[in-house]
Structures are given as structure tokens and as C-alpha cells.
């Protein structure tokens, strides 16, 4: 398959100026869709800085998302890009990455596209440990069909579905990805841009799967309905509730509750990783065919 | 298709379009009896189709295993009228037997089915398991040497191309014993296991 | 030169004679027409197809991938094949119903793979191990929205290996999902075939031609350019309605130009996408047409009606949708009546007959009672039709 391939890596102009992020942006795509005080775009650009950072190709790399909010980062990203269907991205980008191993794969999810109708997707591209970065914006709600409740929405909380308050309780992502198998899981925040930035550089860099959850702010849908309402009032209280893994370590669960326990949460390095290992497994059946 | 090779003398290699049955209980292999046929059948230059039907149980439930052979393309692949019926088990003969020709074979285990239906048809009623511990001591070996009997009663395959379906079609090491088996079902005497007809 | 289909000729049992399972055949077909990718999830009747390929992809550098569920399998086709990648996926009717919506995503991101299902007796779980053609209308339009279709039906073990192979190029050639249908006997049947008759079939527009120059290099603007990842034009690929940049539009005369263009780039090309075989051509009084298993009991009650005296035209389609227009109603003006007997209620009887009722009468013969219908049922309701017609 890629083996054998030209890998004709594209030819950027050496540039003396440092690059900003709109060398990954269709910027004649602006204005975008998101909402003022929305945090999609914060987290966009901490992917963005990320992959400047690591001087991603943009014929090397595609970004898969789904359906949602999130998910419409890619209708202004300057990579491959594909906007699948709900749910799916990572079932998409399982394809991608299988059949081209040499691409650096990014998949932009949403807390309902990822973990309600794509959580069978996760679980099992966790398992798999096959190399792609998930991101999974986490605004806790529907935002683009005009905030339902979401598996993030949490106990207590108000949607348009759940008028009376939401009784049903959330996912911890984090730990749900790492019993899945996911070898790189951390946690940031549309607040933490920097910490933010990389904790995705350095899971776009882990050979295997990554998942980043990015804690952000949905003021429109979802701050309407739940305290802290307004943009600003929201990242404060991210910065609030936001604490690191080391602090959260000698805490008690009473402590902990409601704090986001962000930075490097799990990494694993001694799992082999999918394309590596059906590579391999290639190698192993064309010997035994040449004997 | 290219020149026939010579077949068996018997009634069923001259016949241009010919339905055969195998039926039995999951586990007697009876699948695989139609599939070794229908490699026979292949080598001996005809037309086949084969398909099966058999119950959820991989043991015990019905099982059967139909195969036609034809000297021009066939276009319906089911059963329409049967030349030859072998039953391995008696809720076989009783299911099936409706479906033989009256000029066709019922070839049935007679340890299995001790009150064989009556019928036009030529019978022949074999002890196959009983044969096969004989032979080769052990009854997995019965489908193999059935259908020596039934190569050997009908000429509904060659000898030869049979040896060579069986041969690449029983598991590794087995060859030799399921041979044994083939050659025991191929020499048995017709005169001896005929039952008259009704 | 190496033949294209060496992997059908590796199933040789003797010289030029081959007995292969009708599951096989197809994953054979597959694998010689190119398939380097298949993704798919087991499923009563059509696992072996999945297991082959789990077998012999690696051998050939290809990528087998067993999935979650059909909905992930059918995905990940598609972005392999977003990737330049041939991809392929088989199931039957459950998983059928799963893909349904990745395939208009398909459909409209015009990503070239192919669906083969194996049916089996619906709705639901139905009965995994019977025979059924009860998904006709599905593969037509179990999508959502206004789509094209391309969907091809076997009724043989030659059919698997050739309709897969025909499936695959149709695919590459007009970007788009193409569906195969097969049913529970089709795919487990074993048969004899010579692989001469793998060469071809009757086409309006001449023979079908296997070679990989089928697919000719510069397309016409009515397909539109591969939206291929990794060729240095990073495209963006959307389900949204877009442009010709990729992107997504509202604009209404854009939209529904590009709907248009979907249409047409099927419709436009019927005389090469109908392959069909018809025999007793302008003999017959009254016509069979059929497909799948059914085609089979057709060919078979030709040749007893003609013993009976009732002269028959039999019209076997291989593709079913885009619907072949123009070989129906040329077969309307010829005969009295159509007969179109279907493991179903009359799916496709339906399509034939607001296609034929200005020239003939149609009638549908349907049974699903998960038993194929025999060509003595069909002679049967022929001489019934013909003496009813003539009494009338």
C-alpha cells in the first residue's frame, strides 16, 4: 500500500518571518460559524500552534471530525481535511490511517459526536491503539441543534431536552479512553490555551492513540441555561475548577468534586501501535511466502 | 466443457442432469459429502452445483447437502426431482424420500434406519457406520466410505476423480485411512445389499 | 503477461475446471479486481466473503480490518478510499440498514467502494440462513435524500467473482458507492464455471470490458475529479452540499446543480452501466424478466415452456438500478405480457411496470416463503396468464 508510494511531501517556501496560524487556515473561509465568547475556536488554535510547532505538512496530515460545532473546525483548516458524519469521524480516520499509515491523523470530535453517538468509536480506536489524535471538544451540549443535553451535561444540568434539570450522570472521558486502551489521555482547558497546546503536540508526537479532552465554554446554549452565565464568567470558572494532576493526586473525591483534573493523565509506551504491528504482520507472511 | 473421461459403468453417469441428496444429522459430515462430490463431479468435466441446508445446531439438527451434475450449464440449482436420496438418518429417508425419481437410488444406513420407506426406487440398505469401525475403526470415516458406496452402486462420479476429491479434500494425515475407507464403499457388491422393491 | 485474474485461477481443481463457493467467488473477484482494503463486521450469509479477505489481504500488502460494527466498517471504507484506496465491504441485511447512511455520505462525497450484500429473510433478524430478495428497494433508495444508484445483482458463482469485478471498476469510474446484491443461496452455493465465461457481458453499449483500462484516465466533467487525500491539494471533503471547491454552499442554483450532476453522471451512462442477458429475443409472446436466484428459475422455465408450447422471452438483468429504460420498454413493445417472479412482493415488478404499462400488462410473482420459486411454478402461471389472456 503506502510502501513503495512517492511520498512527495509538499514544497513550502522557506519563510524569515515566523509562521502564525493562518498558514493552517482558509482564512477566505471567514467569517466562521462559532457563536462570539464560543472556546471551539480557542481550542482550534491550540491545535493549530501545536501543529506549527511540529511543522505538520499539510499534505502529510488530515483531519477527520464529525458532525457538530466542533466538528466544523475543518471547513476552515488548510490540511486534508474531512467532515463525515455524525459520529463516525473516527471510524473515517481508522480507514485513513490503516490505508496510509505515513499520514498524520487528527480527529476533531465533539462530547456528543465522540462519547454519545461515536462512543462505540471510541472505545474500540482506543483499544486499538491505532496512531491518531483525538481531540474532543467538551462544551457540555448540542450546541449546533440548539442545546440538548449531552452526556457531558451532568447531573443537575439544563438542556432543552432536560428542562427539569438533567438526572442522568456524566463520563469521565479521561478514564473512560484509558480503560479503553488509549495510551496518551490528558485533559486541558479553552482557558489553559498553553498547557492546552501541548498536551496536543505532545500526543500528536506519542506513536499510538491519543485522547485529548479540551474542557471549554458554550455561553450561547448551554451558559444560558447553566451558571456561570457570559463568556468571561465561564473561563473563570475553568481557571477555577481547574487543577492540575499532581495537585489532584492528594485529594479526597469530596475534594476533587466538580474540579477538572487536567495535564498528562495516562501514557503508555509499551503498547504496540496498529499500523506497526499489520505492518509487521505484512513482513512476516511475505517471508514466510518467499520460503 | 471438454471430453468426459471414462466413468464408472452405471446407470447415473449416463443420465445428462443428475439431482443427488445426501441427508443425516449435523456432525456425520454429510455436508462435506456433497461438497467431495461436487469435486468429483467437476473433475469428470460436468456441470455442478452444490448447496446445503442445515439446522442452527452444528450437531444433531438436520443437515443435507444437495448436489446437481450435468452435462450443460444449469440454470435452476435445486432439487426438482431426485435421482439418488442417501440417508444417514431416518428423519432423512422419511423427509426425503418423497422427492426421489422412480427410476432413481435410495442408499441408506441400515444401523440408522431400521424401517426404510417403501418405494419404487432401487434401494440399497448398507450397514456404513458398522463398515467403517470395521475398516478403519473409527465412524468418522462413514461419510468417506458411503460415498464409496455410492460411486461404486450408482457411477454417479468416476472412481478416479473421486479418489483425487477425497484426497484433497479430508484433513492432513487422514489420507491414507479415509482411502481405506473409499476402496471398502467401492467394492461392495450390489447384489449383496439390494432390497427389493415395493 | 500475468493474467488479471490469478486469483481465480489458484481455485483450479483441474486444468480449466473450477468449483468455487459463491461467497469466495466474490472475495476472489474482489482481490483481481484490485481491493486493497476491506473493512466489514461478520454476518450470516455473508462472512466467508470477510474471511477470505481476512485471509489472502495481507498476502497482497492489502489491509483487512474487522470492525465494531457495519456502521464502522463502511466508514472506514470510505476513508480509505479517500485516500485513492479500493475499498470493500459485505454483509447482509442488518448491517445492510446499519451503512445506510454512510452511504449517501458516499454518494455525495463521491468516494468510489463497494457494498456487497448477501440477503437474507427480513425485516429484522428474519431468517439469517434463507434465501430472500427483499432488499431491492433498499439498495435503491435506503439512503435519505434524492441519490443516484448503482446496483448490480448476481445469480451465479461466475456472477460473484464478475459482478464484483464490474462493481469495483464501476465505482472508480463514477465515484460513487456500488452495490451488489446477492442472496443466501447465490452466496453459499458451490458451482463449476469456466473462467472464460469471467470475460463478459451484454451491454446496451457493447461488451463489458474487464481490463483495468476501463477506467479511462481523463474523465468527462460529468464525474467529478477524485477529492483524494495526501496529492497535494488538500481537499476538504464534506456531506454537505458543496461547490467545486469542495466546500459547502446554500446557494439554491448551486445545490441543485450539483444534486443534478450526481444524477446525471449515472443516468447519462445507462447504456454502459445495464448489463443484462436476454434470451429468445423477439420470439416470445410473453417475457420473463428476473434477476438473482430468480433469473435462474426464468432460464430454466424457457426451456420447459418451450417443451409446453409457450414461447418465452427471458430478460435476465445483472444491473438493476440504473434501471436498464430503455431494454424494458423495447421488451414491452414485443410481447402480450411481463412476468416478473422476485423473492419478494413485487419490488421490482413495480419499477418495471410504470416502465412497461404504456405497451403491455405486468404482473408480479412473488414468494417469500424463504423457498426459491421453481420453474415450474413460473410455467405454470405463464400457461394460466396465456390462457387467460386468450379466453379474455
Redesign the interface.
Known sequence: MAEGESSVAEQEPSVAEPRTIDHYLHTDRFPHIWCPGCGLGTVTAAFLRAALELGLEKDRTVVVAGIGCSSRAVGYLDFGTVHSIHGRALAFATGIKMAHPEFTVIVLTGDGDGAAIGGNHLIHACRRNLDITTILFNNNTYGMTGGQASPQTGMGGYATTAPFGFDEPSFDLCRLAEAAGATYVARGTSYGVRQLQKLIRDGITHPGFSFIEAVTQCPTEYGKRNPPKGPVQMLENLKEKAISRKKAEGMTPEELEGRIVTGLLHRDESVPELTASYARMLERIRKSADE | ??EAPAMTDGLLSSRPYVEVRFGGSGGQGVILMG?IL??A???D??????????GPEARGGYSRSDVVLANAP?????I?GLDLLVALSAEAARKYAGSLRRDGFFIFDSDEITSPPPMDANSYGIPFTRLAVETTGRTQTTNILALGAVAGLTGVVSVASLE?AVL?MVPKGTEEMNLNALRRGLALLPEEWKRPSI | MELWYTHLMRETIDQDSLLVQGNRACALGALDAGVRFFAGYPITPSSEIMEVMARELPAVGGVFMQMEDEIASICACIGASLTGEISMTATSGPGFSLMQEAIGYAIMAEAPTVIVNVMRMGPSTGRPTTPSQGDVMQARWGTHGDHPAIVLAASNVADMYRLTIAAVRFAQRFRMPVIVLADEIVGHMRESFSPEIAGRYRLTSGDFDFTETYIHPEMVREVHPPHELGTLIHPHVTGLIHDETGFPTNDPKKSEQFLRELHDKVVHHRGELCLYDVKNVGKGRVAVVAYGSCARSARAALKLAEQEGIPVEVLHLYTLFPLPVEIIQELARRVEFILIPELNLGQYAREVRRLAENWTTVVSMGRIDGNLITPRDIVDRLAELVGKYESA
Open positions: 466443457m471438454s461438497v461436487a469435486v463431479g467437476t473433475r468435466r460436468r456441470h455442478v452445483v452444490q448447496t446445503q441446508s442445515y444449469i440454470d435452476y440449482p435445486q426438482q483425487k484433497s
